[in-house]
């Protein structure tokens, strides 16, 4: 493993703090870019992190560059980097975040690691001066969404969270119109994540794979033995580093129904479901209803957010008479239908990925990230409709430049918050109970198992630090 400057990040195991580096690093927007260039390391990129190469790479006029790649698999380094070598581009490349973070040229980095990497990355990279893009959900759980808005405002740094409906115009407008009474009284959101997932199946503990850095792959994660359903993206569906779909596609639609329903955090949470129909290794529900309350101004509101695995009906039109999922701004999982030919009729896509918002005038209906549709009063005559996409990762840099978090159209508080949503209905669920939250104290009320699962034991030297 490479070596980091122990000063500057590692946490002793009393939890002190990691040494700040000097406030000229901090404080200054780009170090050292040259022409007001911004320089940008991609970490994690097997997945969603093509994504984000992609993204940076088109934004050159922009002036941003894409500086350095930084994966703990030297086999996706290599196949990348043939790929962008054949178009000019030559990145420095790492293994290991934590020299990474020692190159005082790099300006931000854009994350896309597994969730539960997705906290002390981020906090290394604030304290060593980094904006960072990071991708959905914000945390692992909801201690660290919390000492990650600590890290970005402690250091002055910014934060984006990588839910990108919050940079779609048509979905601004929506949540605008709701604000400005079209629907009426808006009462109650349901996010539905209804997306075709085939078995996992079973699979052997085995040796880790030539040019994997296994040991910084688990990082903050318990020690141990490999295993393929527990690395490159079937790690979702396994408790020390993901959050089943709830924390993975669903995260989306958690962020849009509370952006809708303006809310922040609930007061009340139950969740019940269950792994049906597949006897595999995977541990997290694929079959889910979560039901939460919040409090605004003395008034209750709902959430209803619901997962399916497999067939299911649409609702709200979602996903009805589409070409593949593309069509609504989310990309189809591994497997499943694409967008219909060129000259063919268009089907129906197998998913239902969106929200609907129930308000006392009618209701509003969200497919995807990029669509929004009203129907009005007791006859549900058609309202107003918008499709629109944005740029997230535009909207980032443009944050970076004016240094101002109000910039930012997905800032790390309110990926933390819809974070919060998504983390305690998992935790109703482990615990087979419903769960109170103060939403002042941001603290899970009387029971003490519950409140374990808000946080978790961390392996040395991969802590999270009770102070940033």
């Not at 209803?304 to 609504?328: K, Q, T």
């Not at 508080?413 to 974070?419: D, I, L, M, P, V």
Request: with cysteine; proline share 5%.
């Amino acid at each position: 493993m490479e070596n980091m400057d122990r000063r500057k990040f590692l946490i002793n195991s009393a939890g002190a703090t990691a040494g700040v580096l000097a406030p000229t690093m901090i404080t200054r927007a780009f170090g050292g870019s040259p022409n007001d260039r911004i320089r940008v390391a991609v970490v994690g990129f097997n997945g969603q992190g093509g994504s984000h190469i992609r993204a940076i790479q088109g934004l050159k006029d922009q002036n941003v560059e894409l500086a350095a790649l930084c994966d703990v698999d030297e086999n996706v380094i290599a196949r990348t980097m043939k790929r962008l070598e054949s178009s000019g581009a030559k990145p420095a490349t790492y293994t290991d975040i934590r020299k990474l973070l020692e190159d005082k040229s790099i300006d931000a980095v854009s994350m896309a690691t597994p969730n539960h990497w997705h906290a002390l990355g981020t906090i290394w990279a604030c304290q060593a001066g980094k904006d960072v893009y990071i991708e959905k959900p914000a945390s692992h759980n909801i201690f660290e969404g919390k000492k990650m808005v600590e890290a970005a405002r402690k250091y002055k740094r910014i934060v984006q969270v990588g839910t990108q409906s919050r940079s779609s115009p048509a979905l601004q407008e929506a949540v605008k119109q709701m604000r400005d009474g079209l629907i009426g009284e808006v009462y109650m959101a349901r996010g539905l994540c209804f997306k075709w997932r085939d078995t996992i199946g079973k699979k052997e503990d085995g040796a880790v794979p030539a040019g994997v850095n296994y040991d910084t792959w688990l990082g903050p994660a318990p020690k141990r033995p490999f295993n393929p359903n527990r690395f490159h993206y079937n790690w979702h569906w396994n408790w020390d580093y993901g959050n089943g779909d709830n924390g993975n596609q669903g995260i989306h639609e958690w962020d849009i129904a509370r952006w809708g329903l303006g809310v922040k955090l609930p007061t009340r949470v139950m969740s019940m479901g269950g792994h049906y129909m597949f006897d595999d290794d995977q541990e997290t529900p694929n079959t889910q209803v979560c039901t939460l309350e919040f409090e605004v101004g003395g008034k209750k509101k709902l959430l209803v957010f619901e997962v399916r695995h497999w067939m299911s009906n649409h609702e709200g039109g979602i996903g009805e008479g589409r070409g593949g999922s593309e069509a609504d701004g989310v990309p189809p999982a591994e497997g499943q239908p694409q967008a219909a030919a060129k000259g063919r009729a268009p089907r129906a896509d197998p998913n239902t990925i969106g929200n609907i918002f129930y308000g006392s005038k009618g209701y509003l209906v969200i497919s995807g990230y990029t669509t929004y549709k009203t129907f009005l009063g007791r006859s549900q005559d058609p309202g107003p409709t918008k499709t629109g996409s944005g740029n997230h990762h535009a909207n980032f840099f443009q944050a970076m430049r004016s240094r101002k978090i109000e910039d930012l159209n997905g800032d790390i508080q309110e990926g933390y918050e819809s974070a919060v949503s998504m983390h305690l209905a998992n935790i109703s669920y482990r615990t087979g109970r419903a769960i109170n939250f103060d939403p002042k104290t941001e603290k899970i009320v009387g029971d003490a198992e519950a409140a374990k699962l808000a946080t978790r034991q961390y392996r040395a030297p991969f802590i999270v630090p009770e102070k940033v």
